[in-house]
C-alpha cells in the first residue's frame, strides 16, 4: 500500500504527521510475540521524495464496511459476536503494548483470506507516554470525554470505540452522526456525542445482551466503562479478561470459533479480492 504524504500542496500537516506517526507505531509493535496475528504486519516502510512506501501483509478480505455493504444488510447478534470478539483480542493485544489504537472504525479493521479479523491503520496511535496535543481519531467514534475537550484520556477510548463499531454493525448506521460536514453541523454532532446513549434511539433488534454489552462499552464515564479495568502496558497480560466474560460472549470458544457463514468469502486464488 502506498501513502502519498510528501511534496503535495494538497496535503495538510495532520496527513504528514498521520503516516509518520503510524510508521513509528508499527515500529513499536512486536510481530514475535503472542497476540500478533489480530494485526496487520508490517514489513518494511521506506520513502523518496514525493511517497512514503509502507509493505504490509494483503488482508484479502478488504474491510469490515466493505464486508458489510458487499452484502447490504446488518448482522444479527451471533454475527457481531465474532467480529466485535477478536476486534477485542487485537485490543488486548496492543494495550499490552501499551499502545493505544486511537482510531477504531470499521474502515479500520481488515478481514483476511479465512475471514479473520486483522487491525490496520495505526496512524493516530499513541503510547501513554507520547500523547498527542491534538486528538486525531475520528469523531463519531470519540468517546465524550475527549468530545468535551477534557484533557485526560486512556486506553478505554479504544474500548468505547468498540461499542460504537458494534453499534454500526448491528444497526447499519453510527449511533451519533450527521448529514453534512458543516461546522454548525459538527458542533451539533460533538454535542450528541457529549450527551451520550441518553439520546438516541436503538433499531428494535439491537437487544438483550448485545444492548447491554454495547451500552457498557460506550458508558459516559471513563472509569465505568467496560474495559477500564482490562490490562494496559503490560506485557504479560493479553487477555482482556474483563471485556471477554461479559454475558454477551458466554458459551464462545475462541480457539474454534468461525468467521459466520453468511460473510464467508470464496476466494479463487491468493490475490483474488472479491472485489
Ligand atoms: N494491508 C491491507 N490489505 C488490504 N487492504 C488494505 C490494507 N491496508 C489498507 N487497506 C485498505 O485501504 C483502506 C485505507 O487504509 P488505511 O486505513 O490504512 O489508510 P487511511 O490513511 O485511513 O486512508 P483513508 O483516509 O482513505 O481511510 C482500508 O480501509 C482498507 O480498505
Ligand atoms: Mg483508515
Given at each position: 500500500?502506498?501513502?502519498?504524504?510528501?511534496?503535495?500542496?494538497?496535503?495538510?500537516?495532520?496527513d504528514?504527521?498521520?503516516?509518520?506517526n503510524?510508521?513509528?507505531?508499527?515500529?513499536?509493535i512486536?510481530?514475535?510475540?503472542?497476540g500478533?496475528?489480530?494485526?496487520?504486519?508490517p514489513?518494511?516502510?521506506?520513502?523518496?521524495a514525493?511517497n512514503?512506501?509502507?509493505?504490509?501483509e494483503?488482508?484479502?478480505?478488504?474491510?469490515?464496511?466493505?464486508?458489510?455493504?458487499?452484502?447490504?444488510?446488518?448482522?444479527?447478534?451471533?454475527?457481531?459476536?465474532f467480529?466485535?470478539?477478536e476486534?477485542?483480542?487485537?485490543?488486548g493485544?496492543?494495550?499490552?503494548?501499551g499502545?493505544?489504537?486511537?482510531?477504531?472504525?470499521?474502515e479500520?479493521?481488515?478481514?483476511?483470506?479465512?475471514?479473520?479479523?486483522?487491525?490496520?491503520?495505526?496512524?493516530?496511535?499513541?503510547?501513554m507516554?507520547?500523547?498527542?496535543?491534538?486528538?486525531?481519531?475520528?469523531?463519531?467514534?470519540?468517546?465524550?470525554?475527549i468530545?468535551?475537550?477534557?484533557?485526560?484520556?486512556?486506553?478505554?477510548?479504544?474500548?468505547?470505540?468498540?461499542?460504537?463499531?458494534?453499534?454500526?454493525?448491528?444497526?447499519?448506521?453510527?449511533?451519533?452522526?450527521?448529514?453534512?460536514?458543516?461546522p454548525?453541523?459538527?458542533?451539533?454532532?460533538?454535542?450528541?456525542?457529549?450527551?451520550?446513549?441518553?439520546?438516541?434511539?436503538w433499531?428494535?433488534?439491537?437487544?438483550?445482551?448485545?444492548?447491554?454489552?454495547?451500552?457498557?462499552?460506550m458508558?459516559?464515564?471513563?472509569?465505568?466503562?467496560?474495559?477500564?479495568?482490562?490490562?494496559?502496558?503490560?506485557?504479560?497480560?493479553?487477555?482482556?479478561?474483563?471485556?471477554?466474560?461479559?454475558?454477551?460472549?458466554?458459551?464462545?470458544?475462541?480457539?474454534?470459533i468461525?468467521?459466520?457463514?453468511?460473510?464467508?468469502?470464496?476466494?479463487?486464488?491468493?490475490?483474488?479480492?472479491?472485489?
Open positions: 500500500m502506498r501513502k502519498q504524504v510528501l511534496a503535495e500542496d494538497s496535503i495538510d500537516g495532520d504528514i504527521w498521520r503516516a509518520n503510524e510508521v513509528k507505531l508499527y515500529r513499536a512486536d510481530k514475535n510475540i503472542d500478533a496475528q489480530w494485526i496487520a504486519t514489513y518494511s516502510c521506506f520513502q523518496d514525493r512514503l512506501y509502507m509493505f504490509m494483503f488482508a484479502q478480505g478488504g474491510n469490515l464496511r466493505d464486508l458489510t455493504g458487499r452484502y447490504g444488510r446488518v448482522l444479527t447478534s451471533d454475527e457481531a459476536r467480529y466485535v470478539g476486534i477485542a483480542q487485537g485490543l493485544y496492543i494495550h499490552s503494548l499502545i493505544i489504537h486511537g482510531d477504531l472504525k470499521l479500520n479493521v481488515l478481514i483476511d483470506g479465512t475471514g479473520h479479523v486483522k487491525l490496520s491503520d495505526f496512524s493516530c496511535a499513541m503510547t507516554d507520547a500523547i498527542p496535543e491534538l486528538w486525531h481519531g475520528t469523531i463519531e467514534y470519540t468517546p465524550p470525554e468530545a468535551k475537550f477534557r484533557g485526560y484520556f486512556d486506553h478505554t477510548v479504544d474500548w468505547y470505540a468498540l461499542g460504537v463499531l458494534m453499534f454500526d454493525l448491528m444497526a447499519g448506521h453510527l449511533p451519533f452522526w450527521t448529514a453534512n460536514r458543516s454548525e453541523e459538527r458542533v451539533k454532532l460533538r454535542r450528541q456525542v457529549t450527551k451520550g446513549l441518553c439520546s438516541i434511539r433499531p428494535s433488534h439491537v437487544q438483550g445482551q448485545a444492548k447491554y454489552f454495547i451500552r457498557r462499552l458508558r459516559r464515564d471513563p472509569r465505568k466503562r467496560l474495559g477500564a479495568n482490562c490490562p494496559f502496558g503490560i506485557a504479560s497480560l493479553r487477555e482482556p479478561t474483563e471485556v471477554l466474560s461479559h454475558r454477551f460472549f458466554d458459551g464462545v470458544d475462541w480457539d474454534t468461525q468467521p459466520p457463514e453468511s460473510y464467508a468469502w470464496n476466494f479463487h486464488s491468493e490475490d483474488d479480492t472479491a472485489a
